[in-house]
Nanobody, 119 residues
Framework: VQLVESGGGLVQAGGSLRLSCAAS????????MGWYRQAPGKQRELVAT????????NYADSVKGRFTISRDNAKNTMYLQMNSLKPEDTAVYYCNADLWLGFNKNALWGQGTQVTVSS
């Protein structure tokens, strides 16, 4: 299974972007998914997660009320709608998924997409 992110770019503060994460391969083995981000000189941090069925979501306090995570399992795609963007949201955003191989859970990562918010 491969994860490919898209939708990053440069936006002014207060603007919006929508990130996508497309999964290919044996997608029936995917479980919960999430978005993480890493700013220069900082550790990678959790942004949001969503369960396999999409019924439950979780957000970092810093993005609550501004970002919305969703997934369309029919399209094997996860999304992150980012509104009211701030310069501190600037980072490389990574897609993550739990990949189940039998009873073993593995972490799958995409290559990342850059989001830059100008002030």
């Amino acid at each position: 299974v491969q994860l490919v992110e898209s939708g990053g770019g440069l936006v002014q503060a207060g603007g919006s972007l929508r990130l996508s994460c497309a999964a290919s391969g044996s997608t029936f083995s995917l479980g919960a998914m999430g978005w993480y981000r890493q700013a220069p000189g900082k550790q990678r941090e959790l942004v949001a997660t969503i369960t396999s069925g999409g019924g439950s979501t979780n957000y970092a306090d810093s993005v609550k009320g501004r970002f919305t995570i969703s997934r369309d399992n029919a399209k094997n795609t996860m999304y992150l709608q980012m509104n009211s963007l701030k310069p501190e949201d600037t980072a490389v955003y990574y897609c993550n998924a739990d990949l189940w191989l039998g009873f073993n859970k593995n972490a799958l990562w995409g290559q990342g997409t850059q989001v830059t918010v100008s002030s």
